[in-house]
């Protein structure tokens, strides 16, 4: 297993690492790539929710 350590330091700038290494190609790469993994992410949820609705669940508990 793996722990890591970078919440103990104490960043002056609000990030970890140098910031002064950045690109702003690849900030727009990481951020492009994490909007369509989120919208992808949400698409599939709402493609099951349609999919599971209307349909009967035969539960032993009723509760939930």
Not at 19 to 42: N, Y
Request: hydrophobic share 35%.
């Amino acid at each position: 297993m793996y722990l890591s350590t970078w919440y103990l330091e104490n960043p002056t700038h609000g990030g970890a690492g140098d910031p002064s290494k950045a690109r702003k190609e690849f900030g727009e790469a990481i951020h492009r790539m994490t909007v369509e993994g989120l919208v992808e992410v949400m698409r599939e949820f709402f493609d099951v929710q349609e999919k599971m609705a209307g349909r009967k669940l035969n539960r032993r508990n009723t509760r939930f």
